[in-house]
């Protein structure tokens, strides 16, 4: 069975780091896109980062432009999210998600459960 697990998230304080894992089984992440999402209390879901089969990334939010890098490990069948300079505005439900096509297209069939990411002092 296609799954991704999430994990590496928890409780920073302000301009702390966390990095984020999300971890395929049952199939190979090296033929798909994986793309980063998060979802705060009371709104809506939002696209962080996304990552093509051939490395390229795709960055939806200006606020995480240069503070968020998504990268992958094919060989761990695991890409990864390393966030920086966390703020409190980065608290959210973070998912990772499979997209059908080599690219970003946002066709995103497979989801993880999702990993909690609370930004406070």
């Known amino acids: 069975q296609s799954q991704l697990v999430e994990s590496g998230g928890g409780l920073v304080q302000p301009g702390g780091s966390l990095r984020l894992s999300c971890a395929a089984s049952?199939?190979?992440?090296?033929?798909?896109?994986i793309g980063w999402f998060r979802q705060a209390p009371g709104k809506e879901r939002e696209g962080v980062s996304c990552?093509?089969?051939?490395?390229?990334?795709?960055n939806y939010a200006d606020s995480e432009k240069g503070r968020f890098t998504t990268s992958r490990d094919n060989t761990k069948n695991t890409v990864y999210l390393q966030m920086n300079s966390l703020q409190p505005g980065d608290t959210a439900i973070y998912y990772c998600?499979?997209?059908?096509?080599?690219?970003?297209?946002?066709?995103?069939?497979?989801w993880g459960q999702g990993t909690q990411v609370t930004v406070s002092s």
């Open positions: 998600a499979r997209d059908r096509s080599a690219g970003c297209s946002g066709s995103f069939e497979v």
């Open positions: 049952g199939f190979r992440l090296a033929y798909y896109s």
């Open positions: 990552i093509s089969i051939n490395g390229a990334t795709t």
